[in-house]
């Protein structure tokens, strides 16, 4: 997950690569289609013809904005659907920016809640947390890194009717976008079982999502304690472990599961480790995932 601390300290720095536009909107898309098919939400994508496809800017924020509004939307609609719309937004006198706008006919955002919806732990009012979960950090990182891109984002909604939540940020043309071929896109993820160890909801989703789209097998838990007693059932290629989680903690599970033994090689845990990941590696070589860092946004 994005560290929230560390934008507001201004410690993060935005890549500048070349970029498919819409295999990027359609990929997005694409990791949240089974979530959104589960739940009888149609998603449906329009990308303006005159939009320039070959575009340069920081491709891993703009999936990580992306993901968290799609995923939003997704969440709060039981009937209809979501769209995702890109156009070219044409300031007064500014560059020409791309404008993002995710809309849903979801439950809508009363009116006295929407100035507020972009900080920090803020949700429309308590039964939204309730009932949906999150922490109330996802939109407010969203507009962080929007401004960041020194774009602008907003929202518009109205209860029982839906919301869209819109993002313009300036993108410029690339000389030439690289068309990845078959090989390039394989990740050869094996037979690799991997426990997912996460307290919220939408989060469990979105990494499951990501996670299975490459091939990984993935069991999910709610707390620490649960991952302790998975794990002496069933041995896991890798352990991906929250912190903080009702019950018990990631940390003291982590403590308890590596004191379990396993006989997985030191050398690979060392590995592993940087990328954040918790290893319980069974006596057989790591598959390559298994050092990938793994960043999700969830509300």
């Known amino acids: 997950m994005l560290d929230f601390s560390k934008l507001e300290e201004g410690a993060v720095e935005l890549e500048s690569e070349p970029f498919g536009l819409r295999k ?35 491709t891993g924020r703009l999936r990580q904005i992306l993901l968290n509004l799609i995923c939003n939307a997704v969440k709060f609609t039981n009937h209809g659907g979501v769209t995702i719309r890109v156009s070219e937004d044409v300031g007064a006198g500014g560059p020409p920016q ?22 920090r732990f803020v949700q429309a009012d308590g039964s939204v947390s309730r009932e949906f979960g999150g922490t109330g950090l996802g939109l407010a990182i969203c507009r962080r890194l929007v401004e960041l891109m020194g774009g602008e984002i907003g929202v518009e909604s109205r209860v029982g009717s839906g919301s869209t939540f819109w993002f313009s940020v300036a993108l410029a043309p690339a000389a030439h976008v690289e068309q990845p071929g078959a090989e390039d896109l394989a990740i050869d993820a094996g037979a690799v079982r991997l426990l997912l160890v996460e307290d919220t909801e939408a989060n469990q989703e979105l990494v499951s999502t990501i996670l299975r789209s490459v091939g990984v097998e993935v069991d999910i838990v709610s707390n620490g304690a649960e991952a302790v007693e998975a794990v002496q059932v069933c041995a896991y290629d890798l352990v991906l472990m929250d912190v903080h989680m009702p019950v018990m903690g990631g940390v003291q599970a982590t403590q308890i599961i590596r004191s379990l033994g396993g006989g997985g090689s030191r050398r690979r845990a060392r590995a592993a480790r940087p990328a954040g990941l ?20 969830g509300t």
């Open 24 to 58: 990027l909107v359609e990929d997005t898309v694409a990791l949240l289609a089974d979530q959104a098919e589960r739940k009888g939400v149609g998603l449906a994508i329009f990308v303006d013809d005159g939009l320039c496809d070959g575009l340069r800017g920081d």
């Open 98 to 119: 791309v404008r993002f706008a995710i809309s849903d006919t979801g439950i809508g955002i009363p009116d006295a809640a929407l100035d507020q919806m972009f900080q």
């Open 278 to 297: 918790n290893p319980r590696f069974r006596n057989r070589p790591s598959p390559p995932i298994a050092t990938a860092p793994v960043r999700t946004v």
